[in-house]
Nanobody, 122 residues
């Protein structure tokens, strides 16, 4: 089992930046693949980015391309999401996820955090 805890969300003005963190504890072998998803009110969960064990491979959703950057520090069991040029449509709860298997863009995730709220004011 692995536990994932997100932090770093908050209220930011459009055009601003935020950095989200996801700290993993427990069975870190289950964090070989990690990812960020988000869910806005009334909408389905949306893929943001996935990242492999050493960060050498990342896949971004369309909404994140060019503005968001995922990274990880395995020494700290932490994954990050740097979000720049935020827009009102980025408002959502952001969830961290992990899995022991990396399958590139087809990676599925078994472990999920509780989420952190990001609100972008226009």
């Amino acid at each position: 089992q692995v536990q994932l805890v997100e932090s770093g969300g908050g209220l930011v003005q459009a055009g601003g930046s935020l950095r989200l963190s996801c700290v993993a504890s427990g069975e870190t072998a289950s964090t070989y693949a990690m990812g960020w998803f988000r869910q806005a009110p009334g909408k389905e969960r949306e893929f943001v980015v996935s990242i492999d064990w050493d960060g050498s491979m990342t896949y971004y959703g369309d909404s994140a391309q060019g503005r968001f950057t995922a990274s990880r520090d395995n020494a700290k069991n932490t994954m990050y999401l740097q979000m720049n040029n935020l827009k009102s449509e980025d408002t959502a709860v952001y969830y961290c996820a992990s899995d022991r298997v990396w399958a590139g863009p087809k990676t599925t995730f078994d472990y999920w955090g509780q989420g952190t709220q990001v609100t972008v004011s226009s």
